[in-house]
Structures are given as structure tokens and as C-alpha cells.
């Protein structure tokens, strides 16, 4: 089973346009709830008796707190967790990495520019490809990126790859999907939502999406309830997409239509192709 987390967290050192939650505070009371709530998580994984996966989609920047920087590091030593993986900006410090184990630890991290200085994310970008960690970079393919996402491929070890999210609402002529495509040859699956209606999905059975609490939806997307995963009322489900449309990496990667696990077999969490 693989399983999107995403605790009450909402909280970013970075106010990016594009995202509603950027340089929001979150309160103490808050920031203890979601402690609770991941070390209650990571108590269930650390009891799981099948293999597990985990992708943390934290709405706020995980990694500068030191509660996701221990749940990370715990259970990428678990011999049944397959695959720790956290969305973020990178712009914590990377010294804790040393404690992990990272044949199973792996960062998916994202590329704001005007958000931080371009030498220090390239900086952390080395230290993570010379510490050895497994990791895929991305940025949002808005036009005022283009020029950056050019020089941080150039930069970027040839082994990492870029990905790029197409902006939310943004439609591309051929000639700007060619100049993205340039940048990440796979964002062809980016450009245009997926439909998704009556598509089989393994999203309800092999994976899943929790939050804070417990409860179990298919994936971040669908809203229904299949469940609470500490109750016992969860039970895995083989339905149909009954979205109309899937435009988030992290649900249409799971789209058996895609094909995408294929093109991404054995970094499906962490957005990393097959043999790159």
C-alpha cells in the first residue's frame, strides 16, 4: 500500500502567488495537534505488517519542522517501509539526511524562484546528489520561470531529473509545450488535464490518501470517505475514477490509462522516471 499523509500542517516559509497557503502562520496549538497527529501516523506504520509506502503532501513546508525530519528518518529504517518520500522547497538544512537510511528515503523537491536564492537551492541540490539521496527537482511552468528552469537543467547533475508542473488555468501554445518539453520530455503529461471519469484508478485500493485524524479517501481529490485508518473501518476499494477531470501530478500518476507507472516503476512517490 502507498499512502499520501497530509496533517493539519498549512504553515510555509515562502508566499509564492500561485499557492494559497504561502506565508501562512500556523498557530502553537496547530503546530502541536500536527506533531500528534504524524507520530500517531508513523506509530501505525512502524505496527503495519505488509510493506508500505509513504509520500508526505504537507500543504505548508514539512522538512523545517523537526517532527517530519524524525518521522522520515524512523521509517526509512523500518524493513517493511519501501519508500519514505516528503514534497519540498529544500529550504531546511540537509544535515539530518545523515541519520536516514536512503535506499529508502527520497525528497521531491520544488524549484521557487524569486522565492529563494538560486546559488543556495543549486547548492542544496549538490549536497543532496553528493550525499547520494535519491531526489527529483521541479518548477511550475509559468513563463517568468522558463529562463530559470533553462539554467537550473544546465546546473543540475544529468542523473536529476526536472520535472515541470503546468501552471494552474495556464493553457500552452505548441511552441511553449515545446520549450517546456525541452526541459522535461515527460511534461506532455502535464499540459492538459487527464479525463478521468469512469477511468480505472488505483487510487481506493493500493493507494490511499489519509490525513491528520485518520480518515481514509481514495486520493486528495475525491472527497468521500472510505473509511478510518485507526478504527478499523477502512477496507480497500476497487472503483472508477468519479472525477471528471485529474490535473495533479500525485492523482493522474495513478491513472492506469497513463501508463505512468510504468514510465515511473520504482519512483512513483517520488516523481522520478524509470532508468534516469
Known sequence: ????????????DYDCPYCPFAKRRDSPERLRADRAALER????????????????????EGLVRSWYRRAMTGLS??????????????????????????????????????????????????????????????VVGLPE????????????????????NAAEGHLYTDAEADDWTAIDPLFRHSRFPHRSAGQACRTGDSVVSVDGDGTVRRCHFVPAVL??????TFRRRVRPCPAALCDCHIGYVHLEPTGLYDVFAGGVLERIPHGW
Open 1 to 12: 500500500m502507498s499512502i499520501l499523509y497530509r496533517g493539519p500542517l498549512a504553515s510555509c
Open 41 to 60: 501516523f508513523t506509530d501505525w506504520v512502524a505496527g503495519c505488517d505488509h510493506p508500505v509506502s509513504v509520500l508526505f503532501t504537507p500543504w505548508g
Open 77 to 138: 529504517h523500518l524493513p517493511h517501509v519501501r519508500r519514505v518520500a516528503i514534497q519540498t522547497n529544500l529550504s531546511s538544512r540537509t544535515d539530518w539526511l545523515a541519520g536516514a537510511d536512503l535506499g529508502t528515503l527520497a525528497l521531491w523537491a520544488t524549484y521557487h524562484p524569486g522565492q529563494v536564492d538560486y546559488g543556495r537551492f543549486l547548492g542544496r541540490c549538490r549536497d543532496l546528489a553528493g550525499l547520494g539521496v535519491r531526489f527529483s527537482v521541479g
Open 145 to 164: 520561470h522558463l529562463e530559470q528552469a533553462r539554467r537550473l537543467r544546465a546546473d543540475l547533475p544529468e542523473g536529476v531529473y526536472l520535472w515541470v
Open 227 to 232: 473509511g478510518n485508518l485507526y478504527d478499523g
